[in-house]
C-alpha cells in the first residue's frame, strides 16, 4: 500500500509539473530553430512602415493581435551551404549557416561624397555551437551609388565576437546577456582610385530576457503560441552612446514579430515603435529539404559586375562529369575553369579574369545531355 500511494504521489507530482509548464508557455528549443534555417528555406521579413503603435501585451500570459500589419517592402534571406559562398574559407570559416541575400541596400551620409546608397548580393553567417546561436555578421560586394552613378564596391557589418543571437532553449524568464563589437568597413571603386569607408566601430551589451508568452496571431488568419523576447541593446561609438529597446515575439514554425519601441520602459499596452517587420511560418516542406539538389542550375556568379575575380555556384543533381567553360561576346573561348567529373550537390569555383579586357563574357556550364549560360560583366 505504502509502494502504491508513494506512485501515486509521484504521478501527482509529474502532472502538477507537466501542467505548471504548460501554463508559462512553451519553450523553443535548438531543433526549432534549426528547422527555421534549414538549408533550402528562404524567410521573408515584410516590413510595415506605416503602422507606429502597437498593442505590445503585457509580461507574462498575455495575447497579441497583429493581423492587420502591411507589406511595404519585402527582404527574402535563403539559407544555403556555408562551403558553397565566397567569403566562408576566408572570413567565417567556423560557420554551420549561411543567409544569402540578393538584394541588400544600405544607405549612409560620407564626409566626402554625401548621400551614399550601396545595393548588392551577400551572406549572413551564423553558428550553432551548444545551445546558443552565434551570428558574425554580414558581408557582399554591389555597386555604391553617389548622385545616381553607380560605382563597383564591396561592404561587411561584422561583429566580434559572434554576438549570441538565441540561448536555447526559450522558455518564459530565460535571460542572456551578450557583448561584441561591431564594425562597419567598406570601399568602392570611383574615378579608377580606391576609396575606403571605415572602420567604423560600435559596442554593444545586449540583454535579452523572454518575459511573456501567448497566442500570436498574424496576417492571413495564422496564430501560433509564441514567447516574448525584450531585447535592451546598450551601445556607445567614440561619439555618442545610448540605449535602444525591442521586442521578438517569436513561435517555435518560426512566424514572428520584431520592432524597436520608442520608450525603452515600455512593457505592456500601446507602444510608438519603429523597425517594424514580421514574418510568416516557415513552410513544412521547405523545413524538410534534401541538402542535395535535386535538378540542375547554374547561378549568376557573385559579385557581378567584377574585378578581377568572381566566384560560379552551381548545383549537380548526381555525380556527373562537368566542363565549365569562358567566352568573348565573339563565341571565341578564352578559359576552361572546371574539367573533371564531380559528385552531387553545390559546388562554387573562383574565376580570375586579370588576363582580361573589361566587358561582357558569357559562362557555359555542361553536365552529361544539361547546357546552360549565363552573362557576367567584367569592369577594370
Known amino acids: 500500500m505504502k509502494m502504491i500511494a508513494r506512485v501515486m504521489l509521484s504521478a501527482a507530482l509529474v502532472c502538477t509539473g507537466v501542467a505548471g509548464a504548460s501554463a508559462q508557455g512553451i519553450t523553443i528549443d535548438t531543433n526549432d530553430v534549426k528547422a527555421m534555417y534549414a538549408v533550402g528555406t528562404t524567410t521573408s521579413f515584410r516590413s510595415d512602415t506605416l503602422t507606429n503603435q502597437l498593442d505590445i501585451g503585457t ?3 498575455t495575447s497579441w493581435d497583429f493581423s492587420g500589419l502591411l507589406t511595404h517592402t519585402r527582404l527574402n534571406l535563403r539559407s544555403v551551404v556555408p562551403s558553397s559562398t565566397p567569403y566562408f574559407a576566408s572570413n567565417f570559416p567556423t560557420a554551420t549557416h549561411a543567409l544569402s541575400d540578393t538584394a541588400f541596400t544600405y544607405s549612409f551620409v560620407d564626409g566626402t561624397f554625401g548621400h551614399v546608397t550601396l545595393k548588392g548580393a551577400g551572406y549572413n553567417y551564423m553558428t550553432f555551437t551548444g545551445g546558443d546561436l552565434l551570428d558574425w555578421g ?17 561592404g561587411a557589418w561584422t561583429k566580434s565576437p559572434a554576438a549570441v543571437y538565441y540561448s536555447l532553449p526559450l522558455f518564459l524568464s530565460k535571460t542572456w546577456t551578450t557583448t561584441f563589437v561591431e564594425t562597419l568597413s567598406g ?36 496564430t501560433q503560441e509564441a514567447l516574448r523576447i525584450r531585447k535592451v541593446d546598450r ?78 555556384r552551381f548545383s549537380l543533381p548526381d555525380r556527373q562529369a562537368v566542363t565549365l567553360r569562358i567566352y568573348n561576346l565573339l563565341g571565341e573561348e578564352v578559359g576552361m575553369i572546371v574539367n573533371e567529373t564531380l559528385g552531387a ?14 566587358g561582357m563574357y558569357l559562362y557555359k556550364l555542361q553536365a552529361g545531355g544539361m547546357t546552360q549560360t549565363r552573362r557576367m560583366l567584367l569592369v577594370k
Open 59 to 61: 509580461t507574462g500570459a
Open 138 to 154: 554580414f558581408k557582399g560586394t554591389g555597386n555604391a551609388y553617389i548622385v545616381g552613378n553607380p560605382f563597383p564596391a564591396q
Open 187 to 222: 570601399s568602392a571603386v570611383i574615378l579608377g582610385g580606391t576609396v575606403n569607408v571605415g572602420p567604423t566601430l560600435t559596442n554593444h551589451t545586449i540583454t535579452y530576457t523572454v518575459d511573456a508568452y501567448g497566442p500570436l496571431k498574424i496576417p492571413g488568419g495564422s
Open 235 to 312: 551601445f556607445s561609438t567614440t561619439t555618442s552612446s545610448g540605449v535602444r529597446v525591442g521586442y521578438v515575439i517569436l513561435a517555435k514554425n518560426g512566424a514572428s514579430v520584431q520592432f524597436n519601441v520608442g520608450d525603452t520602459n515600455a512593457v505592456a499596452g500601446t507602444a510608438s515603435v519603429s523597425s517594424l517587420q514580421w514574418t510568416t511560418e516557415t513552410p513544412t516542406t521547405v523545413r524538410q529539404v534534401n541538402e542535395t539538389p535535386a535538378i540542375f542550375t547554374l547561378a549568376q556568379n557573385y559579385p557581378n559586375p567584377f574585378n578581377p575575380s568572381t566566384t560560379i
Open 345 to 358: 550537390g553545390e559546388h562554387a569555383v573562383e574565376f580570375d579574369a586579370k588576363g582580361l579586357a573589361t
